[in-house]
Structure formats: C-alpha cells, structure tokens
C-alpha cells in the first residue's frame, strides 16, 4: 500500500514500499502546514523547482535526516554547493530506478529561480512507477500543456495537480488536465496557503466528477490517502 500526506501547499509526503519522501518541503513560513520540518520523516526529497515554497526546507530536513535531494541538475549543484551531499540530479523526459521506485521528471510551466537568485534550471513535475506498480504523477507548479495527455497514457492511478490559479493551472485549466490525464483519483493542490489563491476545492471536485470518471480525494493538511 502507498499512502500520501498532503501537508499544506504544494508539500506532500509519500510513503511507499518502505521509503519516506517529502516533496516540496516547504513548512517554515508556510501558514496552514500541519507539521514542522523538524517532526517530518525523510528517506528522500524531491524538489520541483526553485521558488522558497517548494526547496524550502530542504537543507534542513536532509541535513537532518540524511536524506537523498532529488531534484534537476542546477538545483542538485545548487545544494551541493549549500553543503548537502546526498544529491541525486536528473531532467526533465530522464528517468531513474531508485530504491522507492522509477522516477521520471515531466515537463512543468513556471519558473525556478533559487532563493539566492541563482539560476535553478527547469521546473517540473513527477511520474513516479512505484515498487507494487501504481503510478502518480506529482504535477507540483505548472500551467496547463497538452503533453499532459502523453502522461495519461502511462495509467495514471493518482494525479496531485494544483488548482490555485494566479500563479499555476487554475479550476477551470486543472479540470482540463484531468480530462486529459484521466486518472483513477485526482487530489488538488496549491491552494488557500494565502488569500491570492483561494479556491473553493469542493465545488471543483463535483465538476471533475460530474464531467468525468475521475474520483477526487479533498484533503486537510494532515490528512491521508492511501492508494
């Protein structure tokens, strides 16, 4: 059994197969986290893209933990250069069969500047195949792009797509990414941190499960779902 942890945000935890992963650490700062970069268990962290609300804590989690950093090439460099060892870089369209599972960088529209103003490569998401054969893909910060219906060819079991509008895919976009997706169960994400993307997730899970086969899971920071 798989299960996953929304946090608040975009940060989600993972347990699969034995292995804890945190993805887009982002809990100091964060106004609805339900836990703290101090309590959360971590094998493995992965990291989206650049921006404060998603590397966030990630130094001090790994550093903490000793957890492998898995993240694009810059951002790998980037920590390492920030005193992190433990750093696993790929790109976007290459996979890797790591302990937990075959993990792929997919495509993501938005940006990736490091805190420090360096450069933080290319944003993107996750296609995860777990050990037992369940795939999720993490879509973290992005727009919406029609490669999407390429990952809905893989069988998707679960897809975490953001839904605040503003600054990623908003309502209207996300329920176009499931259509194209069509995954089992569809869990939204990035939104309500701040009043700037503040949605209504209720009222756009009965549109996605009136308007397709998808089943939508709401989560409360803290919350679970297992898989």
Same mark, same amino acid.
């Given at each position: ?12 935890? @993972?347990?699969? &197969? ?6 887009? +650490?982002?809990?100091?700062?964060? +106004? ?24 966030? &804590? ?27 060892? =433990? ?28 805190? &420090? ?31 999407? =219906? ?24 996300? @329920?176009?990414?499931?259509?194209? @997706? ?5 869990? +939204? ?6 009043? @700037? ?31």
């Amino acid at each position: 059994m798989n299960r996953l942890t929304w946090y608040g945000h975009a940060t989600l935890g @993972l347990e699969t &197969d034995g292995h804890h992963l945190v993805i887009d +650490p982002f809990f100091e700062g964060n +106004p609805v986290a339900s836990t703290t970069a101090d309590q959360v268990e971590a094998d493995f962290i992965l990291v989206s893209h650049g921006h404060g609300d998603h590397i966030g &804590d990630t130094v001090r989690i790994a550093k903490r933990t000793g957890a492998v950093v898995i993240s694009n090439h810059e951002i790998a460099i980037w920590l390492q250069k920030n005193g992190l060892e =433990k750093v696993h870089g790929q790109h976007i369209g290459g996979g890797y069969r790591h302990t937990f599972g075959y993990l792929k960088l997919t495509l993501a529209l938005h940006g990736s500047q490091l805190p &420090d103003g360096s450069d933080g490569g290319n944003p993107c998401g996750f296609l995860l195949t777990a050990n037992d054969g369940k795939k999720i893909y993490l879509a973290q910060d992005t727009g919406l792009f029609g490669d999407m =219906k390429l990952i809905g060819e893989e069988g998707i079991d679960v897809a975490v797509l953001p839904i605040g509008d503003n600054y990623t895919m908003g309502p209207g976009d996300a @329920l176009r990414a499931v259509k194209m @997706l069509q995954p089992q169960t569809v869990i +939204p994400i990035h939104y309500n941190t701040f009043d @700037l993307i503040k949605q209504d997730a209720s009222a756009w899970a009965a549109r996605v499960e009136t308007e397709t086969d998808s089943k939508v899971a709401v989560l409360k920071p803290g919350e679970q779902f297992n898989f």
